[in-house]
């Protein structure tokens, strides 16, 4: 089984709390054990946003790992992103929700995986299961 991977996977993965970087790593080789990891585009961007992360520290921890990156997310998964983050948006309307809000880059990740059937490996359990009731999910 194909797992595509979250960002705040790798968020956990290179905390400084050892706690949730072991978590975080455990659940990585699980999964591979399993399959081949991927990732979508989005969450390359994402990570080479976050501080102390440069593009060739991405890509050369990418390649060391073998985990793939999925460049080319086409029609279907960028439809599906547009109406899971169109619904999100309605509910949040609904209920005045005041909480974080999210961005397209988390249902293009959750539409990326659930228009390939791949496993999710996150840690937001919640907002993929409510934008995506049928994406498989794996947490960390």
Do not use: C
Not at 4 to 17: C, E, P, R, S, Y
Not at 93 to 103: E, F, M, N, P, V
Not at 104 to 117: K, N, P, Q, T, Y
Not at 119 to 138: C, N, S, W
């Amino acid at each position: 089984m194909t797992t595509a991977i979250d960002t705040n996977v790798f968020v956990a993965l290179w905390d400084a709390d050892l706690a949730t970087t072991a978590a975080a790593r455990t659940a990585l080789e699980a999964a591979y054990r399993h399959g081949n990891l991927i990732v979508a585009a989005p969450v390359f961007a994402e990570l080479i946003a976050a501080p102390g992360r440069t593009e060739k520290f991405v890509n050369t921890f990418f390649e060391d790992t073998g985990i793939a990156i999925d460049w080319e997310l086409g029609e279907r998964v960028w439809r599906a992103a547009g109406n899971a983050f169109r619904s999100y948006a309605e509910r949040r309307r609904k209920h005045r929700d005041l909480g974080a809000r999210r961005i397209l880059a988390d249902f293009l990740i959750g539409a990326h995986a659930a228009e390939h059937d791949y496993q999710l490996m996150t840690g937001d359990v919640h907002l993929y299961r409510a934008a995506f009731p049928t994406l498989k999910i794996e947490t960390i």
